[in-house]
């Protein structure tokens, strides 16, 4: 059980983590008579230390939520009805198993939002379901909105995606943060809680920390700024490798040693010297010779890129060159660069090698019916998903399971997506809100939140910035009838287990364990990968080693493995049989010559970069009054130049819009963003057909309407939706 400590009857105090975002700050719960009342940061967590930030403090509003939906509820013409788990259930389980049979299992999809990813049970049912239905099954992810992109990049240089290097927060002495503003993300593919601390901390040991992005943002305020015009972080980047090789900074002998290609490579970047980039990304050729020379001859320094660099129109090629940068200036997999976390697995090298294989083999094989392009991990490009249904043929989408996501406000075009919902035979979403997605489903199922489920953040070893683990009992029932995606998911299975092989055997061999009295859950695979991994119990192998139980029991504040990062992993993290990096890629080569293709329309003279705000989580925090207090809503940011220009004033409300559509929002008027850019909040336009009130007094435009859901207009490589650098016009209203 979670560490208890009584207070008074009834209330007791439960040692637990957040788990909104990357960091998973340690949280201590009150709980009194069953119902969660306070959450406060945990003065004991190793690493988090008394740090939890006003969403997390503020989730009680959301596990309390009167508007939370906590029975199943089925869509009927008059609006939602309630109904019993057994009414929902066996209707779902009909309905699925006849479209199954009738159109194969290439009718059936499932959208796998952001916050699922926080729930190990819920990963691996979910993929134990779509993956199990069969090969022709459509799986989307949120990935394509975030960082399939950065994937990609990894699995074309180490051969699996897997792999993702981040940079040695501890060490490093000078911390290049491009397209990422941890200031208010706290830090993503990057779990480092307290990252502004350990950012301030490379600077009062004498380091540096430069930001480069279109915004002075938040972090960017802190640090040394240097702007950048969107979308064009992959021309800096070719420029500062042009600069290394021109100058001989590069220590080519030891990158022969990791990688092949290097002549490729060399070739390919010595046209883009910084006079030639200068033009596209408005940074003098001075100071982009000046951070080439200060990478290369600082020992310990690292480049680290995130979404503003995975969103443009060329993210694998600027995660991949953010990568190559780090190598070439002999910043790879060194204490202070930029390293590799690892599971510590035995035979980790093999792992990857097995895992890299069947990753790359799946993305040659599973291609979108709608644009013919690869899957990333296995999941296709979101921005595709209402073509995917509404386009008629074989594998047309006619069944649509929607877990823990609202792609209505977070895919490309949602506008479009809306209609598709209601085109299909049966849509069934797993959630905690009525929201502007799941109000257009058949049934909404209850879940629990994350303050009502065990769980082991199974997705985040691999972005520890230090070595650590932590795992957590529920600290509260489930409200209502609400149950765990992996149990729902395991009924489904059960009832459907004649439409897949598959299903069958799980059935199958469920109620032999049972008869044998093991009742099997996704936690005995948590606990197999605890005990496996840096620091477990290897199956009592290593005495006093980790297990989940151990985690919960005896260390509920978690428990640093080590100190620091290993660095001289490279060979394991490398899943290509030669153990070398592979530099030499058609597909990089073919998005260096898209740079010098056409511009954007002369009439859209803007170009638009997304914005994060601190009491905002993407959408689905906004029904939390804490968090809505004062005055809240979307806002633009633009220059003031621009605005003396358009003849716009500060709080005025303006229509921007792009080849794609139009939305009005108010602006903020500010020398904070570079002149010609405009940045705008995601996870806004909730519009009234949610059931939650709130957030519908809130209202604001969804961003994701300026984008495109066309094919062409996704990143071809890794499936990317294109969300930053889009080209826009502002007219006063
Ligand atoms: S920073 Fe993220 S993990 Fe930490 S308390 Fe805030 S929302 Fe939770």
Same mark, same amino acid.
């Given at each position: 059980m979670a560490?208890?400590? /009584?207070?008074?009857?009834?209330?007791?105090?439960?040692?637990?983590?957040?788990?909104?975002? /990357?960091?998973?700050?340690?949280? @201590?719960?009150?709980? /009194?008579?069953?119902?969660?009342?306070?959450?406060?940061?945990?003065?004991?967590?190793?690493?988090?230390?008394?740090?939890?930030?006003?969403?997390? @403090?503020?989730?009680?509003?959301?596990?309390?939520?009167?508007?939370?939906?906590?029975?199943?509820?089925?869509?009927?013409?008059?609006?939602?009805?309630?109904?019993?788990?057994?009414?929902?259930?066996?209707? @779902?389980?009909?309905?699925?198993?006849?479209i199954v049979g009738q159109y194969? =299992?290439?009718?059936?999809?499932?959208?796998?939002?952001?916050?699922?990813?926080?729930?190990?049970?819920?990963?691996?049912?979910?993929?134990?379901?779509?993956?199990?239905?069969?090969?022709?099954?459509?799986?989307?992810?949120?990935s394509s909105q975030d960082i399939s992109s950065r994937l990609m990049a990894s699995q074309l240089l180490y051969g699996t995606p897997t792999s993702v290097p981040i940079p040695d927060l501890k060490r490093t002495d000078l911390l290049v943060?491009?397209?990422?503003?941890?200031?208010? =993300?706290?830090?993503? !593919?990057?779990?480092?809680?307290?990252?502004?601390?350990?950012?301030?901390? @490379?600077?009062?040991?004498?380091?540096?920390?430069?930001?480069?992005?279109p915004r002075r943002s938040e972090k960017a305020a802190q640090f040394e700024w240097l702007g950048i015009v969107p979308d064009t972080d992959s021309q800096l980047l070719l420029s500062l490798l042009q600069v290394m090789f021109a100058e001989g900074l590069a220590d080519a002998d030891q990158i022969d040693l990791h990688a092949e290609g290097l002549d490729w490579l060399r070739l390919l970047v010595a046209p883009f010297t910084p006079d030639a980039t200068s033009a596209h990304t408005g940074i003098e050729p001075e100071v982009v010779r000046e951070l080439a020379r200060d990478l290369a001859a600082t020992p310990r320094a690292a480049i680290y890129g995130r979404l503003g660099t995975c969103v443009g129109r060329y993210g694998t090629l600027t995660s991949y060159l953010i990568d190559v940068v780090n190598l070439v200036a002999g910043n790879l997999d060194r204490p202070g660069g930029s390293v590799f976390v690892g599971f510590g697995l035995p035979g980790q090298r093999?792992?990857?090698?097995?895992?890299?294989?069947?990753?790359?083999?799946?993305?040659?094989?599973?291609?979108?019916?709608i644009g013919g392009i690869g899957s990333v991990i296995g999941a296709e490009p979101a921005a595709l998903m209402a073509k995917e249904i509404l386009a008629p043929g074989d594998r047309q989408i006619r069944a649509l399971f929607i877990s823990a996501g609202n792609p209505v406000l977070s895919v490309p075009n949602g506008e479009e997506l809306e209609p598709a919902l209601e085109s299909l035979q049966l849509s069934v979403a797993l959630d905690f809100y009525r929201t502007e997605t799941t109000s257009h489903c058949d049934y909404i199922l209850p879940v629990t939140t994350m303050y009502e489920r065990d769980d082991f953040p199974l997705a985040f070893q691999a972005f520890q910035a230090t070595p650590f683990r932590q795992a957590t009992?529920?600290?509260?029932?489930?409200?209502?009838?609400?149950?765990?995606e992996w149990e729902i998911i395991a009924e489904l299975i059960r009832r459907v287990s004649g439409s897949a092989p598959l299903f069958a055997a799980l059935s199958r061999s469920h109620r032999v364990l049972k008869l044998l009295g093991v009742h099997f859950t996704p936690r005995m695979l948590a606990d197999g990968l605890i005990r496996l991994t840096a620091g477990g119990d290897l199956f009592g192998l290593r005495r006093g080693g980790l297990t989940f139980d151990r985690l919960t029991g005896s260390s509920p504040h978690g428990k640093v493995i080590e100190p620091h990062l290993r660095t001289g992993v490279l060979k394991e993290s490398i899943a290509y049989l030669r153990g070398r990096i592979q530099l030499e890629h058609s597909d990089?080569?073919?998005?260096?010559?898209?740079?010098?293709?056409?511009?954007?329309?002369?009439?859209?003279?803007?170009?638009?970069?997304?914005?994060?705000? =601190?009491?905002?989580?993407?959408?689905? !925090?906004?029904?939390?009054?804490?968090?809505?207090?004062?005055?809240?809503?979307?806002h633009a940011l633009i220059n003031v130049d621009d605005a003396a220009e358009?003849?716009?004033?500060d709080g005025e409300e303006v229509a921007v819009s792009s080849p794609y559509g139009r939305i009005r929002l108010p602006v903020r008027v500010t020398k904070d963003v570079m002149t010609g850019v405009i940045a705008v909040p995601h996870g806004w336009g909730h519009k009234g057909?949610?059931?939650w009130r709130v957030a519908n007094q809130a209202g604001g435009a969804n961003v994701n309407q300026l984008t495109s859901s066309d094919p062409g207009d996704i990143e071809a490589v890794s499936g990317m939706a294109w969300l930053t650098g889009v080209p826009v016009r502002i007219e006063a209203l």
């Open positions: 560490e208890s400590t /009584e207070l008074r009857a009834g209330a007791t105090k439960k040692t637990t983590f957040c788990r909104i975002c /990357e960091p998973l700050c340690g949280t @201590i719960a009150t709980v /009194e008579d069953g119902r969660l009342v306070k959450l406060r940061p945990d003065t004991q967590h190793p690493l988090s230390s008394g740090f939890a930030c006003q969403k997390g @403090i503020a989730f009680t509003e959301v596990v309390n939520d009167p508007d939370r939906v906590t029975v199943p509820l089925r869509r009927t013409a008059a609006g939602f009805e309630k109904v019993t788990w057994d009414q929902a259930m066996a209707d @779902i389980s009909t309905r699925l198993s006849a194969g =299992s290439g009718s059936v999809g499932w959208y796998f939002g952001n916050p699922g990813a926080f729930s190990y049970a819920h990963v691996l049912s979910v993929l134990a379901f779509i993956k199990g239905l069969g090969r022709r099954s459509h799986f989307f992810t949120a943060v491009m397209g990422a503003n941890p200031v208010v =993300s706290h830090g993503s !593919l990057l779990t480092a809680p307290r990252i502004r601390d350990r950012m301030h901390d @490379i600077v009062k040991r004498g380091g540096r920390v430069v930001v480069i992005d093999w792992v990857n090698f097995a895992v890299g294989a069947v990753l790359r083999w799946s993305y040659r094989r599973r291609r979108s019916r009992e529920a600290v509260v029932a489930p409200a209502g009838q609400s149950r765990q990089i080569a073919a998005q260096i010559a898209l740079l010098s293709g056409p511009g954007h329309p002369a009439d859209y003279a803007l170009r638009m970069v997304g914005m994060r705000d =601190s009491r905002s989580e993407n959408s689905w !925090l906004h029904n939390s009054p804490l968090l809505m207090r004062g005055d809240r809503g979307q358009l003849h716009v004033s057909t949610g059931g």
